[in-house]
């Protein structure tokens, strides 16, 4: 069983930044991907930016030039920081774990709010 435990979200201005942290635990193989997924008032749920164990990374184009994925693979950890934030950008943000690699997401944070005040 594995656990994802998001942290850092929080209120912000537009302009201003912020900087989420994802721990996972449990049983993790050594070659999986993460990802940041959120889910707006109103919105599906889209994926944000993801990374796999190697380091690569996807990033949805609207956060493009924003925000910077990146993970600590000794502590099984992923990280979203987010720069210029848009009122737009106001979501539930949800960790998720492909524990083999690919986009087959099997494990899901609880989301952590974050609001872009204009």
């Known amino acids: 069983q594995v656990q994802l435990v998001e942290s850092g979200g929080g209120l912000v201005q537009a302009g201003g930044s912020l900087t989420l942290s994802c721990a996972a635990s449990?049983?993790?193989?050594?070659?999986?991907?993460m990802a940041w997924y959120r889910r707006g008032p109103g919105k599906q749920r889209e994926l944000v930016a993801a990374?796999?164990?190697?380091?690569?990374?996807n990033y949805a184009d609207s956060v493009k030039g924003r925000f910077t994925i990146s993970r600590d693979n000794d502590k099984n950890t992923v990280y979203l920081q987010m720069n210029s934030l848009k009122f737009e950008d106001t979501a539930v943000y949800y960790c998720?774990?492909?524990?083999?690699?690919?986009?087959?997401?099997?494990?899901w944070g609880q989301g952590t709010q974050v609001t872009v005040s204009s």
């Open positions: 998720a774990l492909a524990p083999s690699g690919g986009y087959a997401w099997d494990y």
């Open positions: 449990g049983s993790i193989s050594n070659i999986n991907t």
């Open positions: 990374i796999t164990t190697d380091g690569a990374t």
